[in-house]
């Protein structure tokens, strides 16, 4: 029986701490933008990309080896 009264002060305990980590995360503005995750998710792939070069360029590479 004792053990049930351990296992609700810890759990009273730690959804308190849960409790306070969101709250302090919600006044310090993680959660303000909801839209440019979503639309960022879509774009990934084209920050990634690098520009494309000139054939100029790579002549100059290939003739330097």
């Avoid at 440019?36 to 003739?63: A, G, H, N, Q, Y």
Wanted: hydrophobic residues 40%; aromatic residues 12%; proline residues 3%.
């Amino acid at each position: 029986m004792e053990v049930i009264y351990i296992t609700m002060a810890v759990s009273v305990l730690l959804g308190g701490l849960f409790l306070y980590l969101f709250f302090k995360n919600v006044k310090t503005g993680q959660y303000d933008d909801i839209y440019t995750p979503s639309v960022r998710m879509l774009f990934d792939d084209e920050l990634v990309k690098e520009p494309k070069k000139d054939k100029k360029e790579i002549v100059e590479k290939k003739s330097t080896q």
